[in-house]
C-alpha cells in the first residue's frame, strides 16, 4: 500500500487543510505547527503556499494550509490553486494523502458541499466539526456518530482555539493515515453520469486520462472554470464539447447551470437528515448587533472614518521610536565601520555610504510595515475588514473594480509592496492586474519625508500651520484621486476587464489570536528583509556607483585651489579650523557629485525637466531617487554641500533651498523654490515610479512587461503633472 | 415582473424562486446555499446606496443590486 511508504521518514504524508473562508483554519494550522511552519509561493502562481511540519506519535506529516474556498468552482488564483493541489496537478507536490475539511458546526449542510465536491476526487478524508462550542451555545444537536456512520469519514468536534482540540484532530490525522476512509461521494442522475462520459471520450488524447471525474465536472457545470486553463484542449472544440455534454444533463430534465448546487443540496439534506437537530429557534446573532452599529447607513463610514484614521495614525506615530532605534543602529554601524576602512576611501564609500545608508534607509520602514500587517490581520481577523469592502465597495464599482480592490489600496498607503503582495486575494486575473497598477499611485510612507521637507521650508511659513497641513492631506488624496478615473481608463481600454461582481460572506465577528496576529506580521517582515538584503542592495550600489564614478582626483584640487582663493586663507589655517575644514570637505563632496556620471546625467536630462522649472540639481535629486524617492533628501544634502547626514526636518537644509539660486540661463540670480516649483517637485514625487522594491514586486506578480508599462505610465504622469504644477502656477502668478 | 433581491424590502423575507441567468456569480450564490426554495431576508443597504446585505441560513452576505436583480423571489 502507498500509505505504509508515505508514512515512511523520506516521504512525510501529505495533508491538507481545507475548508470555506474564515472558518478558522489558519489557527488551527498555526496550533498544530506552531514554529514549524513556512511560506513559499506554488511554482508559477503567486499564491503563497503554507506548509508546516505536524508532529504525528510516529514520525511527522507535512500539512498544506489552503486557501479558503466555498467549492472546487474556482475563478480565483487561490481557488484554483485549491482544485491543483487535491487533484495532485502541481508541480513537484504529490497529490494528498488526506484532506482534512474543517466544515463550521452551526451549519453543518453548507459547509459539507465543498467536502462533497472533494470526495469525488477519491482522497481519504476527515471532517472537522468547528465552532462546536457556539454550536451548542446555539442549542444545536448533532449526532456525531450518525454523521460518522452515514459520511463513512471519521467527524471530529473541535474548537480551533483550544490546544485539546489539537490532540484530538492529530489523533485523527494519525489513525486515518493507518487506515484510510472516503466520504461518500452523491450518486449522479444517469443524465449527469453520460455528459461526464461523453464530455470525456470528446477530450484530446493525452488529456483525458489525467483528469478525474469530479474535474470534468468543473468543465460541466461552471459558468468559467479556470481549469480550462491548465487544459492542452483549444477553446472553440471544448465550448462545442461541453454544449454537447449540457445539453445531455438538460435533457434529462435539470438546468446544467444550476443542476450541481441543487443535487449537492437535495443529497446533503437527505445525508444529514434528523442527525442536525435544533432545540428552539435560532437565537439572535450578535454579530448582527455590531453591524447594526458598525455598519450602520448613517454612521457607518464616519465609524469606518474613524478606524482608517487611528490605523494611519498609529502607523506613522506607533513606528516612531523603532524606526529612530533603526536610525541609531544604522548610524551606529557607519561611525564603527568607517574608521576601519579610511585607508580605502572607495571601499569606505561603498560600504558606509551605499550599503549601510541604502539597505538601511529602505530597513527603517519595517516598523510600519509591522505595524500596518498588525492592523490588517487585527480588521480581518475580527470580520471588521468584510464589512470595510462592503462599506466601501460603490466608491470601486463605477470604475470597474469592487471592494476587495479597498485593502491593496489601504496597505499601499503604508507601502505599495505588501499592497500589491495583499492583491492575491482579488478574483478576477485582469481586476487584480488593474489593482496592482495604481496601487504605487497611493502616497506611501516613503513621500512623506519629501512633503514635509518641501512644506516645511516653503508653505508652512508663508502660509501657516492650517493650510500647511491642507496640502499635507491634499498630497496624500492626489493619487487616489488619479488613479480612480486612470483605472477606469485602464479597465476601458487597455485590460477590457469584466464589470467585477462583488459576492462576500460577513463572517461572525470574533475576538482574534494573537499568535495568528504575530505570525501574519512575522511573514510579512521576513518577506520585507528578504527584499532588502537583495534587490534593494543591488540597486544602492548601482546608484552608489553613477554617483561617486569617476572620482577624479583633479575635482578636489581644483575646489581646494578655489576655495583658498575665495577664503584668503592658506591650507594649513582651514584644516586648524573645524568650521572652514567642514566647509571645505562639503564643498569637495559637492563637486564630485558634480562631476559624478549621475551629475553629468542631470545635466543632459535637464532640459526634459526645464518646462516644470527643475534645476540640474533638482534633477540630479529626482534621478537619483528611481529607486527609492527617500533618497532625494540625502541627494539634496549632498548637493547643498550638507553632507549626507541630513533629514527633512534638517533647517540648514531648508534654508539651503531657500537660498538656492539660478547660476546660469534666464533666470540667473533668481530663486530655483518657487512656489510652482515645490509643488511641481511635490506632484512629481506624488506621481512617479520611484521604487525598485515595487517595480521588482510588479515584476514578480505581473510580468516583466507589465512592470515597464507601470513605470513608464507613472513617470509620464508624473513630469506631466510637474509641468502643468509649474505652468498653471506661474500663470497665476 | 416578479420580485427579486434587489427591490425586496429592508428587514422583510422571501423565497428563491429561479436565478435569470445562472451565471458565474449566481452559481457562487447557489453554492453558498441561496438556492431555490430557501429564505432569504435583506437586512441591510450600505451607506452609498450599493451594495446590499442579505441573510439565508444564517449566512450573512452582501452583493450588488445588479447581482441581486437576477434573484427572482416568491413570497414566503
Redesign the interface.
Known amino acids: 500500500m502507498a500509505d505504509s511508504t508515505a508514512l515512511s521518514k523520506d516521504s512525510p504524508a501529505q495533508v491538507a487543510l481545507v475548508g470555506n473562508p474564515n472558518i478558522g483554519k489558519t489557527t488551527l494550522f498555526n496550533l498544530l505547527t506552531g514554529l514549524r511552519q513556512r511560506v513559499g509561493n506554488y511554482p508559477g502562481v503567486t499564491v503563497s503556499k503554507k506548509v508546516g511540519v505536524l508532529p504525528l506519535p510516529k514520525g511527522t506529516a507535512e500539512l498544506i494550509d489552503l486557501p479558503g474556498t466555498y467549492s472546487l468552482a474556482a475563478t480565483s488564483l487561490d481557488e484554483r490553486i485549491v482544485v491543483d493541489v487535491l487533484s495532485g496537478q502541481v508541480h513537484g507536490l504529490p497529490k494528498p494523502n488526506l484532506v482534512v475539511c474543517m466544515i463550521d458546526a452551526t451549519n453543518v449542510v453548507r459547509n459539507l458541499f465543498l467536502a462533497s465536491q472533494i470526495a469525488e476526487l477519491e482522497i481519504p478524508m476527515i471532517v472537522l466539526l468547528n465552532q462546536w462550542d457556539l454550536a451548542q451555545k446555539q442549542g444545536l444537536q448533532i449526532d456525531i456518530d450518525s454523521l460518522e456512520q452515514r459520511l463513512g469519514v471519521p467527524v471530529i468536534p473541535c474548537v480551533a482555539t483550544k490546544k485539546a482540540s489539537a490532540t484530538a484532530v492529530v489523533d485523527a490525522i494519525d489513525k486515518t493515515l493507518v487506515s484510510p476512509k472516503q466520504l461518500k461521494p452523491i450518486d449522479w442522475p444517469e443524465a449527469v453520469t453520460e455528459a461526464t462520459c461523453t464530455l470525456r471520450a470528446d477530450m484530446p488524447e493525452g488529456v483525458s486520462e489525467s483528469l478525474s471525474d469530479a474535474e470534468i465536472h468543473r468543465l460541466l457545470f461552471d459558468a468559467n472554470s479556470a481549469l480550462a486553463e491548465r487544459l492542452d484542449w483549444d477553446d472553440e472544440t471544448r465550448r462545442a464539447s461541453v454544449e454537447k455534454a449540457r445539453r445531455i444533463v438538460q435533457s434529462g430534465g435539470f438546468n446544467p447551470m444550476a443542476a450541481e448546487p441543487l443535487l449537492q443540496y437535495e443529497h446533503l439534506n437527505t445525508l444529514t437528515e434528523s442527525v442536525v437537530n435544533r432545540a428552539g429557534e435560532l437565537p439572535k446573532q450578535h454579530s448582527e448587533s455590531i453591524d447594526r452599529l458598525l455598519v450602520h447607513r448613517g454612521w457607518g463610514l464616519a465609524i469606518f472614518a474613524a478606524i482608517m484614521y487611528v490605523v494611519f495614525l498609529s502607523v506613522y506615530t506607533g513606528a516612531g521610536p523603532m524606526m529612530d532605534l533603526i536610525e541609531w543602529g544604522k548610524g551606529s554601524l557607519q561611525d564603527w565601520i568607517a574608521p576601519m576602512l579610511s585607508s580605502t576611501p572607495m571601499l569606505q564609500s561603498l560600504v558606509v555610504d551605499a550599503a549601510i545608508e541604502g539597505v538601511g534607509a529602505f530597513l527603517v520602514f519595517l516598523p510600519q510595515i509591522l505595524v500596518l500587517f498588525f492592523f490588517i490581520a487585527l480588521l480581518e481577523d475580527t470580520g471588521y475588514m468584510a464589512r470595510a469592502a462592503f462599506l466601501m465597495d460603490k466608491m470601486f464599482s463605477w470604475c470597474g473594480l469592487n471592494g476587495r480592490s479597498f485593502v491593496p489600496l489601504l496597505s499601499s498607503y503604508a507601502c505599495a509592496v505588501p499592497g500589491i503582495m495583499a492583491t492575491r486575494t482579488i478574483e478576477d486575473p485582469k481586476a487584480r492586474l488593474a489593482t496592482i497598477l495604481i496601487a504605487p499611485l497611493m502616497s506611501c510612507s516613503a513621500r512623506l519625508p519629501v512633503y514635509v521637507l518641501l512644506i516645511g521650508a516653503f508653505i508652512e511659513p508663508e502660509h501657516g500651520p492650517f493650510v500647511a497641513s491642507l496640502t499635507l492631506f491634499a498630497m496624500h488624496f492626489l493619487g487616489l484621486a488619479v488613479a480612480l478615473p486612470l483605472v477606469w481608463l485602464f479597465n476601458k481600454f487597455l485590460l477590457k476587464t469584466r464589470p467585477q461582481p462583488f459576492v462576500l460572506e460577513m463572517p461572525r465577528y470574533h475576538v482574534p489570536k494573537f499568535t495568528d496576529i504575530a505570525w501574519r506580521m512575522w511573514e510579512s517582515g521576513v518577506e520585507f528583509v528578504k527584499r532588502a538584503g537583495t534587490v534593494i542592495f543591488a540597486i544602492t550600489i548601482i546608484i552608489w556607483a553613477l554617483l561617486y564614478f569617476p572620482h577624479s582626483s583633479a575635482v578636489e584640487e581644483v575646489t581646494t585651489q578655489q576655495f583658498i582663493a575665495v577664503q584668503g586663507l592658506t591650507l594649513e589655517q582651514i584644516q586648524a579650523d573645524e568650521d572652514q575644514a567642514a566647509a571645505l570637505g562639503q564643498a569637495i563632496d559637492s563637486a564630485y557629485l558634480e562631476q559624478s556620471w549621475m551629475g553629468r546625467m542631470g545635466r543632459t536630462v535637464q532640459p526634459i525637466f526645464a518646462s516644470a522649472g527643475f534645476d540640474w540639481r533638482i534633477t540630479v535629486g529626482v534621478l537619483a531617487s528611481f529607486p527609492a524617492r527617500e533618497v532625494i533628501i540625502s541627494t539634496l544634502g549632498v548637493i547643498y554641500s550638507l553632507g549626507g547626514e541630513v533629514d527633512e526636518e534638517s533647517h540648514s537644509l531648508q534654508d539651503a533651498l531657500k537660498g538656492a539660486t539660478w547660476h546660469e540661463g534666464p533666470l540667473i540670480g533668481q530663486a530655483v523654490f518657487t512656489i510652482p516649483v515645490v509643488m511641481g517637485i511635490m506632484v512629481f514625487f506624488a506621481l512617479c515610479s520611484q521604487c525598485g522594491a515595487t517595480l521588482a514586486i510588479i515584476k514578480k506578480e505581473a510580468g516583466t512587461s507589465w512592470a515597464v508599462f507601470s513605470f513608464a505610465y507613472m513617470t509620464a504622469l508624473a513630469w506631466l503633472g510637474a509641468v502643468l504644477c509649474f505652468q498653471i502656477g506661474n500663470l497665476l502668478g | 415582473m416578479d420580485a427579486t433581491l434587489s427591490t425586496l424590502p429592508i428587514g422583510q423575507a422571501a423565497r428563491v424562486k429561479a436565478?435569470d441567468q445562472?451565471?458565474?456569480?449566481?452559481?457562487?450564490?447557489?453554492?453558498?446555499?441561496l438556492?431555490?426554495g430557501v429564505e432569504v431576508r435583506k437586512?441591510?443597504?450600505?451607506?452609498?446606496?450599493?451594495?446590499i446585505?442579505v441573510e439565508f441560513?444564517?449566512?450573512?452576505?452582501?452583493?450588488?443590486r445588479?447581482?441581486a436583480n437576477s434573484v427572482r423571489l416568491e413570497s414566503a
Open positions: 436565478y445562472c451565471n458565474a456569480t449566481d452559481q457562487r450564490l447557489m453554492v453558498m446555499g438556492i431555490p437586512i441591510r443597504v450600505a451607506p452609498l446606496g450599493d451594495p446585505a441560513d444564517g449566512r450573512c452576505v452582501s452583493l450588488r445588479t447581482e
